[in-house]
């Protein structure tokens, strides 16, 4: 069983910027991709980032070049960068191990003036 913990959401202005972590336990983590999901109101849940084993990264077009990912397999974690953020950002953020159904609890990202 793997549990994953997120931390780092909160209320930003438009430009500004939040760190998000993700945080597995088990030993099974730096041998598996994990990657960044988003749920807005009223949408469905979209894959916004991924990064694998050898940490090959791959973005959805809505935040390449605005969005980060990346992971420390010495801290079993996993974080996702986010800049520029924009209103339409706003929405709850969960990381996932992609070979298995082991989710965060989700964050909550709210850009806002």
């Known amino acids: 069983q793997v549990q994953l913990v997120e931390s780092g959401g909160g209320l930003v202005q438009p430009g500004g910027s939040l760190r998000h972590f993700c945080a597995a336990s088990g030993s099974v983590f730096s041998n598996n991709a994990l990657g960044w999901y988003r749920q807005a109101p009223g949408k469905q849940r979209e894959l916004v980032a991924s990064?694998?084993?050898?940490?090959?990264?791959v973005y959805a077009d809505s935040v390449k070049s605005q969005f980060t990912i990346s992971r420390d397999n010495a801290k079993n974690t996993v974080y996702l960068q986010m800049n520029s953020l924009k209103p339409d950002d706003t929405a709850i953020y969960y990381c996932?191990?992609?070979?298995?159904?082991?989710w965060g609890q989700g964050t909550q990202v709210t850009v806002s003036s």
């Open positions: 996932k191990m992609l070979a298995y159904n082991y």
């Open positions: 990064i694998t084993a050898v940490s090959t990264t």
